[in-house]
Every structure is written in structure tokens, then in C-alpha cells.
């Protein structure tokens, strides 16, 4: 039991404790001599060692005067001492919502000339003064707490980039969320939408480097969600008044180096060929000396390997067309030209509820003065690939 010291606060009208007391003229004497002020916290920490009141009082007073290091060190004893107390956690989420928009605007160096000027940029300097332990800590369990859905898969994002291990051990939880939350949600008709873009841009890359171990079904599942995202993105998102807020760099580069990452876990022949720069003869050359180099009895994993890679080539060729045609066009869908090939000598016609076409139609429907194979090196050279092969 420690003597009483003061029973009125300095100005003789109210009675105080004696925390109270210590701690009231602390805030005096920081108006006009900073080290008499630490002396009196000094003091009143040392003596009330287990009361909240003090030791918050002691970090306001180090933050206020903008010393990270001495703020660190209150921050981390109070997360250790107090960790249930509700002005601590509010000090804690706006440590973490510093954190989450420094790495989201991180790209951006408007924002970090603004970020330097405010209280953000204190917040971060003492996030990364406080010890690893305690970092992984107050990361985890502030996502546990959240009761937003999204806030919490952004914060385990957050713990994932800081502390890659940790993927391990939650990421399959976390993606499980993603989807679930998506189902859910009143956006699952459109892929571009906020949680797709965390599990594709954000989880999905961090699970394609890690050593977790997923199952075959799993990755074909985060692989389907990943092309239907970015193919959506690059074909159609203009169109989408709910997903112009979402903006993703380089699409068709992320896109591969997911088929690089999850084409390594199948152990895909062609995943290799996605991590080299992008030339459609090399492409369509590698994909067609895989499919060349097993037999006809190709098993499911194979087969899936050849859909999967022949078709992104070819949307990525199509798109390249689409941009090089129409650069500044909107439209969703093109019409592509049909290969119409009569049947043969011993090939029984079809049977057709409509007037039979002419039998003698031509093989490319183009009305152009020229052949399209004429006018497209590059198909050509496919199709003379194609017609070389025995099958």
C-alpha cells in the first residue's frame, strides 16, 4: 500500500490519487521542461506498475513528443500487460490501418509524400520498433478481433507479407474465407470484385511460392478463379459499373506468373514456358511439342495442361488482335472466322431441319481481297505447324 501523496489535484479543487497526481504533473511539466515531465511519468510507472491509466499515459506522453523508439517500448508492455482494454486496441487499429494503406498505396509516391507528413508515418516507424513477436502478435489477434469479414482477410494479408511462414499454417483457412465470403456476397456474378481481387492478386501469389501443400483440386480451383478474374478484366471490366474502382497493372504478366506458379505444383511440362518473356511462336512452338510428346492416351493431367495453356495463348493472341484492331474500342465479344469443312466422300450428311447449305461452300467465309491466311503471317505458320503433325 503505498502512502497517500495528494488528495487535490495541484490546484487544490478536486481530490486525486496518487496515480492521478504523479500523472498530472507530468502533463505540467511537458509544457515547459520535457525531462522533469519523463521524471514524474518515470516515477509513476515505477510505483503503479499494473495500472493501465499510467502506463497508456507514459506512451501518449513519448508519441506526443515524437519519440519512437521510448513510444515502442510503452506500446509493446502495454500490448503485453493490457491486452483487453478498449483505448490500447483503438491505438492498435490505427497502428494496422496505417500499416494496410501504406502497402495498398505503396505504388504511389503522391501518397507517400502525404503519407510523411502524417501521424501514419509515426504510426508505422513504431510498429517497426516493437519486436517481431509482439509485430506477428498484434497482427493475428487484431484480425481475430475484427468483426468485418473483409478488414480480417485484409489484416491476415498483411501478417502473410510480413511474416511469409505463416502462410502455411492460415493460408488455406484464408482462402476458404475468400471464396465462401464471394459466394456470399452480392457481387459473385461479376468476377472483378473485391474479394476475388484479394484471392487472385493478393493470397494467390503467396500461395504459388509457398510450401504449402495443396491438393490438384484445389489448384485447379484457385487456377479457374484466377483466369476468369483477369480474362474478365481485360475483356470486359469497363463495362462494369461495380468494378471501375478496381485497377490491376500488368494483367497478362500476373496471369502468367500464376500459370507458372501453379503449373510448377501440377509438375506441367509447359509451366516453365510461362516464366519466359511473351512471343507467340515460342508459345504455340512449346505447346505444340508438348502435346507432340505423349501418346494418344494422354491422361487427365495432361489433357488439362494442354486446354489450359492452348487457351490462354490463343485469348492472349486474340486480344493482342483486339487492341491492335480496335485500340480504344469497348466491346466484349468479336466474331471470329469459321472453318467450315465439307464432309467427305463416306461422311453421312447431317441431318438439318432447314434448307441444306450449299456443298461447295468455302472452307474461310472472309469476303477480303485477300486469303486471311495470306494476311496473317503468324496464323499461317500455326496452321502449317498443325498440318505437320501425324495426328
Not at 508515418?121 to 484480425?143: D, R, S
Not at 432447314?354 to 496452321?383: A, M, S, W, Y
Amino acid at each position: 500500500m503505498y502512502p497517500e501523496m495528494m488528495e487535490t489535484d495541484v490546484d487544490g479543487n478536486i481530490p486525486i490519487s496518487n496515480e492521478e497526481y504523479l500523472v498530472l504533473r507530468a502533463k505540467n511539466a511537458l509544457l515547459y521542461d520535457p525531462y522533469e515531465a519523463k521524471a514524474w511519468m518515470l516515477t509513476a510507472q515505477t510505483l503503479f506498475p499494473n495500472d493501465f491509466g499510467v502506463q497508456f499515459e507514459a506512451y501518449h506522453i513519448e508519441k506526443s513528443a515524437g519519440n519512437v523508439k521510448e513510444a515502442a517500448k510503452c506500446f509493446s508492455a502495454l500490448f503485453s500487460t493490457f491486452p483487453d482494454e478498449v483505448e490500447l486496441w483503438t491505438e492498435i487499429k490505427a497502428v494496422t490501418t496505417a500499416l494496410r494503406q501504406f502497402e495498398e498505396n505503396n505504388a504511389h509516391s503522391e501518397e507517400k509524400e502525404s503519407l510523411e507528413m502524417s501521424e501514419s508515418k509515426f504510426l508505422i516507424e513504431l510498429f517497426y520498433q516493437v519486436p517481431t513477436t509482439v509485430q506477428h502478435a498484434l497482427l493475428l489477434t487484431c484480425a481475430e478481433k475484427t468483426p468485418d469479414n473483409m478488414e480480417h482477410c485484409k489484416l491476415m494479408l498483411l501478417l502473410f507479407n510480413k511474416f511469409p511462414l505463416t502462410v502455411i499454417k492460415y493460408g488455406s483457412r484464408l482462402m476458404e474465407n475468400l471464396i465462401t465470403a464471394e459466394k456470399h456476397s452480392l457481387m459473385q456474378h461479376n468476377p472483378v470484385n473485391s474479394y476475388r481481387k484479394l484471392l487472385v492478386c493478393d493470397l494467390l501469389p503467396l500461395l504459388g511460392t509457398s510450401q504449402l501443400d495443396l491438393q490438384p483440386k484445389n489448384l485447379y480451383r484457385l487456377l479457374h478463379k484466377a483466369i476468369e478474374f483477369y480474362l474478365s478484366y481485360v475483356f470486359d471490366h469497363s463495362k462494369k459499373d461495380e468494378s471501375k474502382h478496381i485497377k490491376v497493372e500488368e494483367p497478362w504478366s500476373k496471369l502468367w506468373e500464376i500459370m507458372f506458379n501453379i503449373g510448377s505444383k501440377l509438375a506441367w511440362d509447359l509451366s516453365i514456358t510461362f516464366a519466359g518473356y511473351w512471343n507467340k511462336d515460342n508459345y504455340w512452338t512449346a505447346l505444340f511439342n508438348c502435346y507432340q510428346a505423349h501418346p494418344m492416351t494422354m491422361d487427365d493431367s495432361y489433357l488439362k495442361q494442354i486446354v489450359y495453356c492452348g487457351t490462354l495463348i490463343l485469348l492472349r493472341c486474340l486480344h493482342e488482335y483486339l487492341s491492335f484492331v480496335e485500340p480504344d474500342s469497348v466491346r466484349s465479344y468479336v466474331l471470329v472466322e469459321g472453318f467450315c469443312f465439307p464432309p467427305g466422300p463416306n461422311e453421312p450428311l447431317p441431318k438439318r431441319n432447314r434448307v441444306e447449305d450449299d456443298i461447295n461452300q468455302p472452307i474461310l467465309t472472309c469476303g477480303g481481297p485477300k486469303p486471311l491466311l495470306q494476311r496473317h503471317p503468324f496464323v499461317r505458320r500455326r496452321c502449317s505447324l498443325l498440318g505437320s503433325s501425324p495426328r
